[in-house]
């Protein structure tokens, strides 16, 4: 990978620059609030001519060293305070996985101000609400989603072109905040004293309602990051590849896990199947996060070979089928399944392969690992609680370990959210009993592994009997020409509900023997489902399709899918 | 590693057994205290059948997974509280590397008190000091160190006979704490509020004046073993061979590093080289730690032989010499250098290798290697700064990044102590300007790595200039012949002060060249340091020694060899 590159004046370090910020009066010797912009810092200080920051495949690249890079952060901070941001205002970006976000994660911070992270693929109406919501001071936003912004917004707004060379706005913002320093360095800025201060604010994608605001904090977003360093095993000689969004629960802490860790980061503006094998085979890349429907497009790409070197596949939103991580390890990729939401920093269980589990046939395995696991490295206690009876229960009590009884998932502890910002209502009932309450369903085996069910309301009520869309799913995208697969309730006279499966086909499948003939796939399906599924999970429907409906955040749209199906059905 | 052993009745917790303490009521669902018993609940929870801990070189070897080795601690916990140990009382521990040892790092902080461990090296009176200024309510000793206890002492003794078997009284303590406990499991007792509340009791070895208690937290304890397993690359398919002793600065947060990472630990009662390479042959060891008298006796043995599995080796107490650097080098054994003090947990600086290296001469790099380096994964800043100019200067000013000037190194943070213990006149002069004065003195380097110089007392001022003793050991260190050196200042009528050598030949050459003609070698030492030194840091006097006085945790006793020497120095 190489370009000619200079950074601008604005991002080169004086010499003999200090890295440390002024330090709050009065605290102990023995005790520093935790605060992931340490880690920056700290790689600034120990490899500063280490490569940071890479950013190739996109007309104006660019690459920072972890000393040029630290500087730019610096700048960031003062032109922030520059623009008049105070500590705890909200400053919101907009952008794909660019410099820019990735400077904010640090520099927002340094400025003990909130980085508001808005999904780049809302639309102009949800960009509005998060921006009115949010209370955001000022927005910085990539050049390719101005258009999201509201026409009579009031706040200030700095735009990135993407270039990272003199006569970008963005480039101007940084040079002014240098300018505005008067060379004080980190030393001019302080250090925030309260680790439980906000860090992050990251509205929830929900499908129904308003999006909720996900505060996290300075404390959690430290621990989640040296913890997802430390489990996925990102050190010093590690690329990470952005395919994740960063706007995503705030990349799940990796931009901290990997300041942490000294390693080098890319990032990709969009997710580019050739171009992630172009850099898994070219750009020493080790690691990269992404949901399982990214993870079917990754492997399925025509580019996909088996690799020389292993790269370690972080993988959550979903859990993994036994054909998806059949694929991955074919290709050298290991998968590791970890399993979180926003308001859990990400990860906050893991499944953790057991030594017994290397005699068992690849199938087996393969279920097994798509267990939700066991509690993440710096997380406290996962339950799985009945649900309540009613409005006023909030008292927890824990199912059997008999991987049965289907309970709700709820946690608490360092990398749980705060609250959801200016929700007390929203807080107060995620937080029932004292704990985080998921909304996801799971059993929990007798080795204390949760294994998610479903979404509470993503259940089909078939007969009386309660079927898991995941389960059913699990098991249609066993079949060999399955690419993906969704299975949702429709409304059926005689059961009640019963599954309706959206299938992808693989395109050799598509092309091949069943072009034309998709009703005959159907029927196959539904047999192949038959000795494989009880009766009430077995899909009385098995519909072909070219797309799923997808969240902004690449999650399957459930609701979208039955609305589809129970429109049909009306019209019966 | 295979022996027949049962684990006591008393060891094997209930089928379903909670792994959760009681919570402490009003926390907020998004903060949980750091607190490193955590680790081993997570081990026994996620890994119950997986080896947690070895102890096999004794008449009655033992070894437990992480699920018996988990009830253990908690019937530890259970029997001291029945036998009167409320918060914050103070556990005396007086033990050699054993499951006594290592189970009370845990079980004494389940009962919420803190852990005084008492270094085995010591004599009766110093013994009696410390259990007398600790106020330790209870003492468990192992069999071998009964008499270390003075005659007249009033507390409970529980005596260890290191059998993990039925009659031993130790087992006897924990059988009744689990019956006190009334199978109420982890869930009867309580979760420590307060992160901040003391943890350890580490005596230091003092050369000078009474031992001082330094108090660690329970925060500290976790991110330092945090810091410990992320740095050493600890996992769950590492073996730790315990060497260091578990009493030397609470075996500097490794038995948490190790608990964290899921690790097998292997204890060893004594250093004993050929059982070392027994293991390190044998037992799949992937990690050790020592200070560099006990690695250069480790490569030095005749067991010694290049390993087929690499082993990582982390090295502190002193800087390792480039020969000693080698030495592992050939074996396969990977040096990480760090630095600390018992007042920092242990390492709370690293030598982090640079890229550039790779290119140098093993001599160069050995150089680069030996410095202490930077700030560790979870401390904070680290300074050299200048000595005060008297009693009430407070001002903490950094010496220039020359390389040249020499300061003392301080440091503050999250691990650094709270306090010593009773004694906050000592307290306060540790804490001079809010940072933690190490006592050391260092240079720090254009890239920011700081080097230690010398301890403040051991300089020799020769002619005026001065000389550091660790650098002219270093030099002295490299002749082919030489196994381990130590100088001091000694009193010269012309130059003020002069350094004298004490060297350990290599056996072959002790029993060949050199055999007999002990005093040509000290002149060809002599002239092999003018090559390399400054003439007034060369040795003016050379004495070739059977071994070296050593302090109770293995550094060598200079004040005693300055004693010697300047003894000798008074009768001319």
């Keep these: 990978m190489s370009f000619l590159f200079t950074p601008t004046p604005a991002s080169v370090p004086p010499p003999n620059a200090g890295l440390t910020l002024s330090q709050p009066k009065g605290l102990p010797v023995h005790f520093q609030p935790l605060n992931p912009l340490q880690f920056i810092l700290r790689a600034a200080e120990i490899y500063p001519d280490k490569l940071a920051l890479l950013h190739p495949d996109v007309p104006y690249p660019v690459s920072y060293s972890f000393s040029v890079w630290c500087q730019r952060i610096q700048n960031l901070a003062y032109a922030l305070i520059k623009a ?19 400077d904010a994660h640090h520099g927002v911070l340094a400025a003990q101000a909130v980085l508001c992270l808005v999904n780049t693929r809302l639309k102009p109406s949800e960009v509005a609400y998060i921006l009115e919501h949010s209370g955001s001071s000022i927005v910085l936003v990539d050049h390719e989603y101005t258009h999201l912004l509201p026409s009579n917004l009031k706040t200030p707004v700095v735009v990135s072109n993407d270039t990272g060379r003199q006569g970008d706005p963005y480039e101007q913002f940084l040079s002014d905040g240098r300018a505005f320093s008067q060379e004080r360095g980190w030393n001019g800025l302080e250090y925030h004293a309260d680790e439980n201060s906000p860090a992050l604010l990251c509205y929830t994608s929900g499908t129904t309602g308003r999006p909720k605001g996900v505060v996290t904090t300075l404390r959690g977003s430290y621990l989640a990051g040296v913890a997802n360093a430390y489990e996925s095993r990102i050190h010093l000689e590690s690329t990470y590849l952005w395919i994740l969004p960063m706007f995503h629960a705030g990349g799940w802490t990796f931009p901290y896990a990997n300041t942490f860790a000294f390693a080098t980061q890319l990032t990709l503006r969009t997710v580019n199947y050739p171009l992630i094998w172009k850099h898994f085979l070219n750009s020493a890349v080790t690691h990269y996060c992404g949901a399982p429907t990214v993870q079917i497009g990754i492997v399925n790409d025509p580019a996909a070979r088996p690799l020389t070197r292993p790269i370690s596949a972080i993988i959550a939103g979903a859990a993994p089928t036994a054909s998806l991580i059949g694929s991955l390890e074919e290709k050298g990729i290991q998968p590791i399944h970890v399993y979180g939401l926003t308001e859990t920093y990400g990860p906050f269980t893991r499944n953790y392969a057991q030594a017994s589990w290397a005699t068992l046939s690849p199938q087996e395995r393969s279920k097994l690992m798509a267990r939700q696991g066991h509690s993440f490295a710096t997380a406290q206690d996962v339950r799985v609680v009945y649900p309540p009876k009613d409005d006023s229960d909030t008292v927890l009590v824990d199912v059997p370990r008999d991987g049965k009884t289907v309970g709700e998932i709820v946690t608490r502890g360092n990398i749980v959210m705060k609250e959801y910002f200016r929700d007390p209502e929203a807080t107060a009932k995620a937080f029932r009993g004292g704990s985080f309450n998921t909304g996801d369903l799971a059993v929990i085996h007798t080795d204390g592994a949760i294994a998610v069910v479903d979404r ?85 429907w098995v519909q072909v399709v070219q797309e799923l409906p997808k969240t902004s955040t690449g999650k399957i749209l459930k609701s979208e899918l039955r609305r589809i199906v129970n429109r049909e059905t009306a019209k019966l």
């Design 84 to 102: 008049g941001i105070k500590p705890g205002d909200r400053v919101a970006v907009i952008a794909p996985n660019s410099p820019l976000i990735a």
């Design 456 to 540: 509470s309301k993503d259940i089909i009520i078939s007969g009386g009997e309660n079927a898991s869309s995941l389960a059913i799913e699990q098991e249609l995208a066993s079949h060999p020409d399955v690419l993906e697969v969704s299975v949702v309730a429709r409304n059926h006279v005689k059961w009640g509900e019963r599954p309706h499966a959206f299938v992808i086909l693989k395109s050799h499948a598509a092309s091949g023997k069943w072009r034309g003939r998709v009703d005959v796939f159907g029927e196959e399906l539904k047999t192949y489902a038959k000795s494989r599924l009880p009766g009430f999970a077995c899909p009385e």
